[in-house]
């Protein structure tokens, strides 16, 4: 049986810790365990996760540690309350367990991506119980492995149209579903069990051969939609505004002029249809960058709209609108975070 570990447990990483998990009742069959737990006026016993592990924050981990992981899915069913066997809120924690995992799935933002390699190294897990794992790194934003620099072991990509939010520690919720890509590579042993665990859930995944083109596509999306909700403080129908159809345009245009220069052609007419669509279908959520506002934490805007930009300076491209959005929601953060203590930073 494959040992995952997520590090980086918040609202997306613990709801994969959920779909590649497959609970086991604590001294054997779940139904039987409910039953039992029934017939003593309990709510019925919790199933436990034994090869699925968490690393994440110290107050969501003791959370779910107490109480197990609450998992609320869209269509009003009753929360699913999952407890892990092994949930950590440092490396040192899972250095010193007996937990020993194949596979690291990493959901951090794209900003905390070197502090964790750098972290890694230096627990010495890398030389030791992790030394022949492989990673993914999963979340938005391009030139992520670049930041997630690491000497010997494998590191794959991935992105996902799955949207869920931090209801509280310890609760997440689903607010849309949709496909995960995988980069093609990462073995066919992991393929069938991710695809597996994914499809007995209701999700799909595709392992692509074409996943950089697809990385772009989400890219596209990701440059639009997420700055422009964390500006307006708006969910993500605000995008279909005619006041903001200029704007639209002039950032698509701009990411597919940079990923042109890149070796990647998009029909700008096509990828607009696409983004548009996508601010549709999710009209009603609140994108990742925007709860990042509203909480006073920095966003990955480096990833996204910066990625653009960075690109555009190597190729002498000029990219106005990328660069107006990407320093707006910088001075916000700047300035959210001025007033917060150490210890909410």
Known sequence: MTKVLIIGAGAIGSFFGYLLSEPEAEGGDIEEAREEG???????????VEEVALLGRPGHIERIKERGLEVSLAGGESPLSIRFRYAFADPGELARSEFAPEVVIVTVKTHSLAAIAEELLESGLLAGKLSDARFILLMNGMGNRERFDLPDNPVYEAITSVGVVFAGEGRIELKGRGKTVFEEGIGEDLERFIGARLAEKGFDAEFAQ????????KLFANAVINPITALTREKNGIILSPHLAPVVERI???CVAVAAKEGEGFDEPAVLEFVRKVAESTAANTSSMLQDVLRGRETEIDAINGFVIDRARRYGVEVPGNEVVYE???AMEKGGRQGLTCRER
């Open 38 to 48: 029934l017939e003593k006026g309990q709510e019925g016993a919790t199933p436990v």
């Open 210 to 217: 074409d996943f950089q083109r697809q990385q772009w596509m």
């Open 252 to 254: 698509v245009g701009e």
């Open 328 to 330: 707006m929601v910088k």
